[in-house]
T-cell receptor
């Protein structure tokens, strides 16, 4: 069990650029989640997948944000036309339906938009 | 809608002293509660959880939390803290319909020698 991994760990970009983050869940975990955490706050839910289906999206997920999980394994989160307000830690988590609702988190990708 | 309130943003405590980190929640459905810990520049690690059964749940490193339905609370306690317990602690409640965790704003535990 290698845990949830995320890539990159850090990303600095200029306003207006597009960025893409990757999340690899724990092997065989069928649920995958994205959260955003700003400084001094708890994480906020963005979206979740069960296998390849995106089943829930938060209102926080504006049209500039898109997430995919094409084969039910890894997931990508893309932010188009980044804004300074997008600067945050983006956390990925995964869970197995049979394991009592427990979400396991990755180390996160810290995004800074200049 | 569910919500979580962590009343204390920071809790300074001396090593080997007891500590309590407070968490209150609001939920209109079945309650699943969690405590996560976040060390600097790291992701969240699950500390303990309440899903059903005994209202007192324990972690492997000496923390415990008690689910109190009448007080809508899930406070985290440790009888004797170590320097290594210094971290940010987040309480969360699960929305079983949306599968989303709602987190509190966190409590920074600062253990001093």
């Amino acid at each position: 069990d290698t845990g949830v991994s995320q890539d990159p760990r850090h990303k600095i970009t200029k306003r207006g650029q597009n960025v893409t983050f990757r999340c690899d869940p724990i092997s065989e975990h069928n649920r995958l989640y994205w959260y955003r955490q700003t400084l001094g706050q708890g994480p906020e839910f963005l979206t979740y997948f069960q296998n390849e289906a995106q089943l829930e999206k938060s209102r926080l997920l504006s049209d500039r944000f898109s997430a995919e999980r094409p084969k039910g394994s890894f997931s990508t989160l893309e932010i188009q036309r980044t804004e300074q307000g997008d600067s945050a830690m983006y956390l990925c988590a995964s869970s197995l339906v049979a394991q009592q609702e427990t979400q396991y988190f990755g180390p996160g990708t810290r995004l800074l938009v200049l | 809608a569910q919500s979580v309130t962590q009343l204390d943003s920071q809790v300074p405590v001396f090593e080997e002293a007891p500590v309590e980190l407070r968490c209150n929640y609001s939920s209109s459905v079945s309650v699943y509660l969690f405590w996560y810990v976040q060390y600097p520049n790291q992701g969240l690690q699950l500390l303990l959880k309440y899903l059903s059964g005994s209202t007192l749940v324990e972690s492997i490193n000496g923390f415990e939390a008690e689910f109190n339905k009448s007080q809508t609370s899930f406070h985290l306690r440790k009888p004797s803290v170590h320097i290594s317990d210094t971290a940010e602690y987040f309480c969360a409640v699960l929305d079983t319909g949306r599968r989303a965790l709602t987190f509190g704003s966190g409590t920074r535990l600062q253990v001093q020698p």
